[in-house]
């Protein structure tokens, strides 16, 4: 069942001999429960094609469809709403807010939508990412790992029709980056969670169902891995 589909999406800055094309007529689709990783070079347009596929940045041209919505026919406010429900962004340098607890943190979302909170599903979230103890600690009493464990738990309380994480391991050591990939492993195949993750770390890259290479803006290689 196809979760995702991208259909001739561009996004351009500038203009005359200043154009840049970030993201140039790209197209692809992606099956519920898949693992995708998207790799890239720096500058290659990954992180602006995440940022459009998440709702957080309007393209240039083209069309972007999640669970059958069109995306950018949405007005703003609606939009919001769509980023909140069926949306899961995890970033590398967390983006937690520090003044709330790991637990608060989770749950920001849901309480931002004025929904009740799945206190069954908050605890299964704070056990398998190891922080039922720590539920009560503030982002500065975290190391690195927990914290990225508290952004997964975030973008997984409201059970989201697609994951994406921009470079969720960019900002750990090799022992802390295997173990996130391994608990976005375990999302995948627990929740059925649609999980796309943009990296340049090749070894994190091979474990995905599906590899898709950006170089300019353009996809130059699409290839499966495993089914």
């Known amino acids: ?7 001739h999406l561009s996004k351009h800055y500038g203009s005359g ?9 790209v197209s692809f689709s992606v099956e519920k429960g898949e693992f995708l990783a998207i790799i890239g070079p720096s500058g290659s347009g990954k992180s602006t094609l995440l940022h459009i596929l998440g709702g957080v ?13 069109d995306v950018y026919a949405q007005n703003d406010e609606a939009l919001a709403v769509f980023r909140r429900r069926q949306v899961g962004l ?17 749950t920001l979302p849901v309480l ?7 206190k069954e599903r908050l605890e299964e979230l704070l056990d398998t990412l190891g922080l039922k103890e720590r539920r009560k600690n503030l982002p500065n009493q975290l190391s690195g790992g927990q914290q990225q464990r508290v952004s997964i738990g975030r973008a997984l309380m409201n059970a989201p029709a697609v994951v994406l994480a921009d470079e969720p391991t960019g900002n750990l050591d090799s022992k ?12 995948n ?10 990296t340049h770390d090749e070894s994190i890259a091979l474990q995905a169902d599906r590899i898709i290479a950006i170089e ?4 130059v290689r699409d290839e499966r891995m495993r089914r």
């Open 189 to 198: 195949r627990r929740y059925g969670q649609t999980l796309i993750v943009i």
């Open 17 to 25: 001999e200043n154009l840049v094309k970030a993201v140039d007529d």
């Open 216 to 219: 300019d803006g353009k996809i």
């Open 112 to 118: 931002l939508d004025g929904r009740e909170i799945n």
């Open 90 to 106: 995890i970033y590398q340098f967390y983006n937690l807010i520090p003044v709330l607890t790991a637990q608060e943190n989770i």
């Open 57 to 69: 940045d309007r393209p240039t041209a083209g069309k972007v469809f999640v669970d059958g919505t």
């Open 176 to 187: 802390n980056s295997q173990e996130i990939v391994e608990l976005l492993k375990l999302s």
């Open 1 to 7: 069942m196809e979760i995702l589909k991208v259909e």
